[in-house]
């Protein structure tokens, strides 16, 4: 099955900047519609941002609109998650996870539709 590795994350100041970057095994990623998600302590797992298979549509939460900038290199098989600005409420275990389907509407935002997930990286962000 599909392994998903995530790195990037750590602890950085109000208003810095993380680049988050998973890694994927097999030859059908290209295939996936790649989402990120994060789950802060206590919290729902939520979802982060979304991209195509191909990467000409993605999807943000509101909370991170203008912010964040997901992006994917299929060559590599890698997808990208650029965070700006960080506000210390952006604090939570960030996850790559791969949507096999191709799910539509709002399935597209939720962790049910994800087939495969990473373990998952800290991101910290001090006030």
């Known amino acids: 099955q599909v392994q998903l590795v995530e790195s990037g994350g750590g602890l950085v100041q109000s208003g810095g900047s993380l680049r988050l970057s998973c890694a994927a095994s097999?030859?059908?990623?290209?295939?996936?519609?790649m989402g990120w998600f994060r789950q802060a302590p206590g919290k729902e797992r939520e979802f982060v941002a979304r991209?195509?298979?191909?990467?000409?549509?993605?999807n943000y939460a509101d909370s991170v609109k203008v912010r964040f900038i997901i992006s994917r290199d299929n060559a590599k098989n890698t997808v990208d998650l650029q965070m700006n600005s960080l506000k210390p409420e952006d604090t939570a275990v960030y996850y790559c996870a791969a949507d096999a389907r191709g799910s539509a509407g709002s399935l597209r935002y939720s962790t049910s539709s994800y087939d495969y997930w990473g373990q998952g990286t800290q991101v910290t962000v001090s006030s």
């Open positions: 991209i195509s298979s191909t990467g000409s549509i993605t």
């Open positions: 097999g030859r059908t990623f290209s295939s996936y519609v």
